[in-house]
């Protein structure tokens, strides 16, 4: 079972431009998570979704940023007009759909530099 | 915030030896959990423990969970230097148990 992916793993785009950051669960898990790590903090959580449906945003800025976990296919997170102040690490997380079990898996994430 | 915040923010110590690191909370939660992070890499995850629960295993991990200080404590047994990484600590808010807050994190350096 392979875990949860992510691509691009290193993101260089100029001030203005669009970053689009993909990531697929792990099979079977049908709840995705977006965090976002500055340098030397720990991860902030920004949206979680479910499949078609977004079901927390409150992480999220209100503008620039969307997320979107279509019926098929990867979660996108979508950020357009990029500032450098949006250079970080992007997270994506997965978990099952059983109850009970609350651990999310994460994957290698995306380094995302703006110039 | 209900944010988890690890202390020490650095540990540094010598292989063999066990390293303690403490996590603190503001809120009620439905479970904490401990993730290991080396360094540029992702997130991997080590052990999660209930809110009624008071300590949990795994290998060369121990955990500890007291709610009433809302605190946790993670354990490392005869650490190797394979160990090095950053550790943190994620609160599931016992509310809205899908989403993590994190601290930021413990810095464990284990010199060979």
């Known amino acids: 079972n392979a875990g949860v992916m992510q691509n691009p793993r290193h993101l260089v785009r100029r001030r203005g431009q669009e970053a689009r950051l993909r990531c697929s669960p792990m099979?079977?898990?049908?709840?995705v998570y977006w965090y976002r790590q500055l340098p030397e903090e720990g991860l902030k959580f920004m949206v979680y979704?479910?499949?078609?449906?977004?079901?927390?945003e409150s992480g999220m800025p209100k503008e620039r940023f969307s997320a979107e976990f279509p019926k098929e296919g990867p979660s996108i997170l979508r950020i357009q007009q990029v500032v450098r102040g949006d250079s970080a690490a992007y997270f994506c997380?997965?978990?099952?759909?059983?109850?009970?079990?609350?651990?999310?898996?994460f994957g290698p994430g995306t380094r995302l530099l703006v110039l | 915030s209900q944010q988890g915040e690890e202390d020490p923010q650095a540990l540094s110590i010598q292989e063999g030896e066990n390293a303690t690191m403490n996590c603190s909370y503001k809120?009620?939660?439905?479970?904490l959990q401990w993730y290991r992070q080396n360094s540029g890499r992702g997130l991997v995850h080590l052990i999660l423990?209930?809110?009624?629960?008071r300590e949990k295993h795994s290998g060369r991990l121990r955990v500890t969970l007291d709610t009433s200080k809302k605190s946790s404590s993670l354990l490392i047994t005869a650490s190797r230097a394979a160990d090095t990484a950053s550790y943190f600590c994620?609160?599931?808010?016992?509310?809205?148990?899908?989403?993590?807050?994190f601290g930021s994190g413990t810095k464990l350096n284990v010199k060979p």
């Open positions: 997380a997965s978990s099952p759909i059983l109850a009970g079990d609350e651990t999310q898996y």
């Open positions: 979704l479910q499949k078609e449906n977004i079901i927390d």
């Open positions: 423990i209930r809110s009624n629960e």
């Open positions: 099979k079977g898990h049908s709840h």
């Open positions: 809120t009620s939660i439905n479970n």
């Open positions: 994620a609160t599931a808010d016992r509310y809205n148990f899908n989403k993590f807050y």
